[in-house]
């Protein structure tokens, strides 16, 4: 199975904080999470296999599915619970059924990073138009990160939100490329950033 299985993105959040897992409550369509639960991120080609994937996941552990998304190139899902072991256990059942490693997937690549600062009031009032988070305000600094493989943009967002005081405005993990925006001073959002890109830098794993 392994050789015609690419695992895209592994990806385990020890914690979910605050506002990160009140923004995934709002575009879920499984279970809810809830802050400090811990979670799984796993995207992979081809895409249909995250069904059966997730299937093995749940029925081995407490973990719960809040995720499973086909896309025209890629598969994601993700589970989380309370429990710690629950959610790294369901990793290491389906590394083990795909015959696959957590150092065969691909290591994240952050694509381009923006500080945006004093933002414009109308350039606010458009970016407020799609966000699902909180909202952004005129004369923040906004933070606007790009990586690949989508899926990891979560586990920033994450470690970003533990190491600076930000607003999450919104995430987008589906498809090519993940992005998320944060708000705030321009000290936290420069920490904010700093923390996300040594958050993405120290998970190993293959080339693109």
């Known amino acids: 199975m392994g050789d015609d299985f690419s695992l895209r993105c592994y990806c385990y959040l020890d914690r979910m904080q605050p506002q990160y897992a009140a923004f995934v409550g709002t575009?879920?369509?499984g279970d809810l999470p809830t802050e400090g639960m811990a979670a799984l991120y796993v995207e992979m080609a081809p895409g249909n296999e995250?069904?059966?994937?997730?299937d093995?996941?749940?029925k081995a552990t407490e973990a719960r599915p809040g995720a499973q998304i086909v896309e025209r190139e890629f598969g994601m899902f993700e589970?989380?619970?309370?429990n710690q072991s629950a959610v790294l256990t369901a990793g290491e059942v389906v590394l083990q059924r795909l015959g696959l490693r957590v150092e065969d997937r691909i290591k994240p690549e952050v694509v381009s990073i923006q500080v945006i600062t004093r933002v414009d009031p109308y350039q606010v009032q458009l970016l407020n138009r799609f966000r699902r988070g909180s909202m952004?305000?005129?004369g923040e600094t906004l933070l606007v990160l790009e990586c690949q493989p989508a899926a990891y943009i979560n586990y920033a967002v994450n470690e970003a939100e533990k190491k600076a005081s930000i607003k999450?405005?919104?995430i987008s993990s589906v498809g090519r490329f993940g992005r998320m925006w944060l708000s705030g001073s321009e000290s936290e959002i420069i920490s904010a950033r700093d923390a996300a890109i040594r958050a993405l830098e120290a998970l190993d794993?293959?080339?693109?």
Do not use: D, E, M
């Open 27 to 29: 575009i879920t369509q």
């Open 50 to 54: 995250v069904f059966r994937v997730v």
């Open 56 to 58: 093995i996941a749940v």
């Open 79 to 82: 589970v989380h619970s309370p």
């Open 136 to 138: 952004l305000v005129p």
């Open 168 to 170: 999450v405005i919104h």
């Open 205 to 208: 794993g293959k080339p693109g």
